[in-house]
């Protein structure tokens, strides 16, 4: 018999939640095959089955699992599955779809009588304790003749209805938040640099190379190849004191098109020509849209690049991500007007290019010297660094 446990899949995330069963309680399924998909704060992860055998649920879709956890098992062909316990049964009715109802909700309807016939009107097929909110707080159990008000599961002097509860991942986004605000004394600077070149140059470049070249493409290959110039920029802190060298810029770049952020990785940036970084960003652009990044997708970056492209944007702060030293943030290009040596006045374009360091690996002279060689590669573009 074989455990199937919840592998480590970040970490960021104490727990993922169990959001499908690809193979059903007790179908027989072969090694490579498809089991279940966990859904983590950024990602949907798919398990598949180590090896032959018959499948056998010990967890019901809807619950949240921890890595290491046993959610299955698989039993040979031939072999007494024993007794394992089932998974506790969903919910059903006559005729009705069944009901996946969580262990912190149900806990919440023995607390406050919250009857199956209220959570079936729901019309969810996964119902959380938060679900439940808007049936209890004003609602009352009546007994006889006797009507008793239930306690609401938020402070009676706050009206429930005004209440907004961020997303999972805004969730989890939030954790790193803290928890980068909370270890990482970080600093920052940010330098001007003049794009009136590298614009012409981009558009210039999607033509002859058949992809979406702009300047976050173009910044992306810059900062790989500085890898080499700035080790430390690259590094996975070990302690407050030192540092693991990377042996490949691998370059994390936020996407966001309105159903949370992302930062997948540009694997290698420094050694890959242009036209692969801009198909790898194109990619994660539209995996962004339908919500299906990889946990491959989005770890092992070591420096990240957060992307502004707000035109009334003129600074931004990024964090620095727990396990890196530095984060970038690109704005949106601007014009500027400027006077020229002989008196006369001409518009560029400019941007604000930011660098969020950890103050413990870093000081303000190196990070104007990185951003120094990123301001020359996007000024004269198509010059390697």
Not at 84 to 91: G, I, K, L, M, V
Not at 107 to 126: H, N
Not at 202 to 221: D, F, N, S, W
């Amino acid at each position: 018999m074989t455990e199937v446990r919840v592998p480590k899949l970040n970490n960021n995330d104490a727990s993922y939640l169990l959001v499908e069963w690809e193979a059903k309680d007790g179908q027989a399924v072969r090694a490579g095959e498809p089991l279940a998909v966990l859904e983590t704060s950024k990602a949907a992860e798919e398990l598949t089955a180590e090896r032959d055998g018959t499948l056998r649920h010990l967890l019901q879709v809807g619950a949240e699992c921890s890595p290491g956890q046993v959610i299955a098992r698989l039993t040979p062909d031939g072999e007494d599955p024993g007794d394992d316990p089932a998974p506790a049964p969903a919910e059903t009715g006559a005729g009705q779809e069944e009901i996946v109802i969580t262990a912190p909700a149900r806990r919440a309807m023995e607390e406050y009588g919250i009857s199956m016939d209220q959570v079936r009107a729901l019309g969810r097929k996964v119902v959380r304790r938060a679900d439940l909110v808007p049936l209890h707080t004003s609602r009352a159990r009546t007994g006889g003749a006797v009507s008793v008000t239930l306690p609401p599961l938020i402070p009676p002097d706050q009206d429930d209805s005004q209440l907004i509860e961020p997303s999972r991942a805004q969730r989890r986004t939030a954790e790193v938040v803290e928890r980068s605000h909370r270890e990482i004394p970080a600093s920052f600077t940010v330098m001007r640099v003049d794009v009136t070149d590298a614009l012409p140059f981009a558009r210039a470049e999607t033509k002859r190379l058949r992809a979406l070249i702009g300047l976050p493409e173009l910044l992306v290959q810059a900062t790989g190849r500085l890898l080499d110039r700035f080790p430390l920029f690259f590094a996975t802190p070990v302690d407050g004191r030192r540092a693991r060298r990377a042996t490949t810029a691998e370059v994390g770049v936020t996407v966001d098109v309105g159903g949370g952020m992302y930062v997948p990785v540009v694997r290698d940036a420094g050694r890959r020509p242009l036209d692969e970084i801009a198909r790898d960003l194109a990619g994660f652009r539209k995996t962004a849209l339908s919500g299906t990044f990889r946990e491959r997708d989005l770890v092992g970056g070591n420096i990240m690049l957060t992307l502004h492209t707000d035109t009334s944007v003129i600074t931004a702060i990024p964090i620095v991500f727990p396990g890196q030293i530095c984060a970038l943030s690109l704005g949106a290009p601007r014009p500027e007007v400027v006077e020229t040596r002989e008196g006369a006045f001409v518009t560029r374009k400019v941007i604000s290019l930011g660098l969020a360091y950890d103050h413990r690996f870093a000081n303000g002279r190196e990070a104007a010297e990185f951003l120094g060689a990123l301001r020359a590669a996007l000024e004269k573009p198509g010059l390697t660094p």
